[in-house]
């Protein structure tokens, strides 16, 4: 497999380890989505200044209004935090090549 074929791997079976947790493989429950943030992006909860992120994020995230995290509304969370990344690394490079 490619990397980016694993780093796809990873993602899905990331999602479903949580999802599962309360035998509902296809959504994460609020507790489930909390616990998948805390344990799997803790740099980025630390980051965070409202205590309430969290319960912000699943809001956001909930397309349909289910109250659960389905993996697309999952996908959207990573996408966002990607797109973030990228931008700080760019301007680190940035600031790299003007030394």
Known sequence: MTELEKCME???????????EDGDKKSLSKKELKKLIETELPT???SQKNPK???????????NGDAMVDFEEFLSLI?????????????HEQKKGKK
């Not at 996408?79 to 301007?91: H, K, N, P, T, Y």
């Open 10 to 20: 990873s993602l899905i079976t990331i999602f479903h380890r949580y999802a599962d």
């Open 44 to 46: 980025f909860l630390k």
């Open 53 to 63: 992120v969290v319960e912000q994020i699943r809001k956001d995230l909930d397309q």
């Open 79 to 91: 996408v966002g935090l990607s797109i973030a990344c990228e931008q700080c690394f760019m301007l």
